[in-house]
């Protein structure tokens, strides 16, 4: 099932934050964040696994509340490069080793 | 270190015929996971190659198939095809044994080629 994501649409000043939710009906092993700007590929972001690990960028943060199964991606101090659609992308482990993405958020950063 | 590559860029067809589309893998990687990402939608997994057998399907037909090589480098093939395929299609690929996320130092990332477009006319 197609994990929903809020806000659809984000436009922010250089220099504000931004926090872009993801969540799910289903239990979820894992939870992959990407940006993708206009015309090119997703770019990898944060993968937060269930039981607290999480591996990314260096700038961006993002939770997993597995009870909820929901993860939060928070953009600090944002910048005019963070302007794309964020997607998240869901795992829900056992023996379904596939991602399951959501619509995706429009971020836009404004000088 | 060249990335994950596909091709072609852009490819036009009409109703009925017949496409195939390559994708070879980022150095290393030996998992291909291939989507149909609509305009305006997150991408939709279609299905993930491993030690050249399919080893996880999504919700699409079987006019919808694929190879991997020896070298790890993966083609979808789509028959008969219908308006509704047109879409930009990604190839990602990822490292690490199977299952294609988990390895024993931890997840692994996925990692998305810049896609082939698809128009079916």
């Known amino acids: 099932q197609q994990p929903v994501q809020s806000p659809q649409a984000v436009i922010l000043r250089e220099g504000e934050d931004a926090v872009i939710n993801c969540s799910s009906s289903?239990?979820?092993?894992?939870v992959h964040w990407y940006r993708q700007k206009h015309g090119e590929a997703p770019v990898f972001l944060m993968i937060?696994?269930?039981?607290?690990e999480q591996k990314g960028h260096e700038k961006i943060s993002a939770s997993f509340n597995e009870k909820k199964q929901q993860s939060s991606l928070y953009l600090t101090a944002s910048q005019l490069s963070y302007s794309g659609t964020y997607f998240c992308g869901t795992e829900s482990g056992g023996s379904n080793y596939k991602l399951t993405f959501g619509k995706g958020t429009l971020l836009t950063v404004n000088p | 270190d060249a990335g994950v590559t596909q091709s072609p860029t852009h490819l036009i067809k009409t109703r009925g015929q017949q496409v195939t589309l390559r994708c070879s893998p980022k150095s290393g990687h030996d998992t291909v996971s291939w989507y149909q990402q609509a305009l305006g939608q997150g991408p939709q997994f279609i299905f993930q190659?491993?030690?050249?057998?399919?080893?996880q399907r999504g919700n699409f037909p079987d006019r919808f198939s694929g190879h991997q090589f020896p070298n790890y480098s993966s083609e979808l093939n789509v028959n008969a095809l219908l308006l509704g395929d047109s879409a930009l299609y990604l190839c990602?690929?990822?490292?690490?044994?199977?299952?294609?996320?988990?390895?024993?130092?931890?997840?692994?990332?996925?990692?998305f080629g810049p896609g082939t477009r698809l128009t079916v006319l």
């Open positions: 990602a690929s990822s490292a690490g044994h199977w299952p294609p996320f988990v390895t024993s130092g931890g997840h692994n990332e996925q990692f």
């Open positions: 289903k239990a979820l092993y894992s």
């Open positions: 190659y491993y030690e050249e057998e399919e080893r």
């Open positions: 937060l696994l269930k039981g607290g």
